[in-house]
């Protein structure tokens, strides 16, 4: 059987209580925390960085953190990330000079490192670094901002990227981010998905622990 990860994306999350919201979506069942960094140039808007991920190790988060680097350079934020006690590392391949060599930097830091793709990003960046990823993160939704609706045409892109892995023979994750809801996450596992990042499906409900239950429950359908 598939080895679901749900990632809450802490984009949603109230910011004035960031060390709670945490631990609630932790305790309600979520598996990985989703920590989406964006710098006002790669993307348009600005959010969290390092110091902020070093926070919340400091406040007893010993959940995987998974770091979504939605910036440009990457490789001096990989640097600090690793300090700071990632566990995940993602970027953009657009953003980055030296793809080969800023996953190798996440890597040689002791993080499972990885590729995200734009909607309209080909996959063809994988083709000379499956052994060199741990995880796809498929973007379903422009990046830049929590709470727009999934595209649909995603859905393909999933079960091409799904193909791939599976033909590498590789234990890699396929990840996917934006727009994913109750009632969409049992579609997106079927396309191949395997882990979910959801921000405003999750926080912004009054109940977390209800709604990781039904996604959860819509995961083993
Ligand atoms: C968008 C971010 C996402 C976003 C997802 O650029 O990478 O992680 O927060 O938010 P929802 O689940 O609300 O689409
Ligand atoms: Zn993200």
Known sequence: ????????SILSAD????????????????DVVHFDVMDNHYVPNLTIGPMVCKALRKH??????DVHLMVKPVDRLI????EAG???????????????RSLQLIRD??????????????????????????IILLMSVNPGFGG?????????KLREARQRIDASGYPIRLEVDGGVTVDNIGQIAAAGADTFVAGSAIFNTPDYVATLAQMRSQLSQ
């Open 148 to 156: 727009q609706k999934f595209i649909p045409a995603t859905l393909d």
């Open 109 to 134: 830091g002791g993080c499972k490192s990885g590729l995200v793709f734009n909607p309209a990003t080909p996959l063809h960046y994988l083709d000379y670094v499956m052994d060199k990823v741990d």
């Open 60 to 65: 007893g988060i010993t959940a995987p953190i």
């Open 1 to 8: 059987m598939t080895d679901f990860l749900i990632a809450p």
């Open 15 to 30: 910011f004035a209580r960031l060390g709670d919201e945490v631990n609630a979506v932790l305790d309600a069942g979520a």
């Open 79 to 82: 640097g600090d990330f690793i």
């Open 86 to 100: 990632a566990s995940w590392i993602t970027f953009h391949p657009e953003a980055s000079e030296h793809i080969d």
